[in-house]
């Protein structure tokens, strides 16, 4: 069974930083593509970043881009969001998801909160 | 970057009643490379459909997707209790960034 567990969330201060990691399980991680998304309370879902098997093509959204960091530790089966210069606009739950193909998600994980508030 | 709009922003249907939902493309979507997800309160985001008309593993038959261009659509011929969620369609392919359309609720009328 394919599984995903978001963590690293949490309450941080404008301008500062956290790292999000998910931790991957069920499949052979080192063969797929990763994102992440975001999805602001009440809000629709965003897309934010993306990275291919082998860690060494990634992109970002225009809205994150220079701040967000994505990144994989395949012999840990691990994804890595760090993100950097956070502003209340950022403030979402970020979900790591497995790509099955071009962009389509099959498998989520159950997002962990970040919340940038002074 | 593509804007998609989905239509209608609620619709209020019956258990056993068919669904009809519209998502729009600002420009042609490249391959008809565009998904289908549902989500419910507290949930993640479920993958219904790709590559327009796909169903991903596990997704009855009652959901299926069509279109090209521009235009498509997400039918569930007959609603059953847990179809009732909201429903975004999301361009995929190989230009990035990928964008999500506002979503459609679906409710029990």
């Known amino acids: 069974e394919v599984r995903l567990v978001e963590s690293g969330g949490g309450l941080v201060q404008p301008g500062g930083s956290l790292r999000l990691s998910c931790a991957a399980s069920g499949f052979t991680f080192s063969t797929y593509w990763m994102q992440w998304f975001r999805q602001a309370p009440g809000k629709g879902l965003v897309w934010v970043s993306i990275?291919?098997?082998?860690?060494?093509?990634?992109e970002y959204a225009d809205s994150v881009k220079g701040r967000f960091t994505i990144s994989r530790d395949n012999a840990q089966r691990t994804l890595f969001l760090q993100v950097n210069s956070l502003r209340p606009e950022d403030t979402a739950v970020y979900y790591c998801a497995k790509d099955l193909v071009r962009g389509a998600s099959d498998s989520w994980g159950q997002g962990t909160l970040v919340t940038v508030s002074s | 970057e593509i804007v998609l709009t989905q239509s209608p922003g609620t619709l209020s249907l019956s258990p056993g009643e068919r669904a009809t939902l519209s998502c729009r493309a600002s420009?042609?979507?490249?391959?008809?490379?565009l998904a289908w997800y549902q989500q419910k309160p507290g949930q993640a985001p479920r993958l219904l459909i790709y590559?327009?008309?796909s169903r991903a593993t596990g997704i009855p038959d009652r959901f299926s997707g069509s279109g090209s261009g521009t235009d498509f659509t997400l039918t569930v011929s007959r609603l059953e209790p847990e179809d009732f969620a909201v429903y975004y369609c999301q361009h995929c392919g190989n230009s990035r960034p990928y964008t999500f359309g506002q979503g459609t609720r679906l409710e029990i009328k």
């Open positions: 590559d327009t008309s």
């Open positions: 420009q042609s979507v490249s391959g008809s490379y």
């Open positions: 990275i291919n098997p082998e860690g060494t093509l990634m």
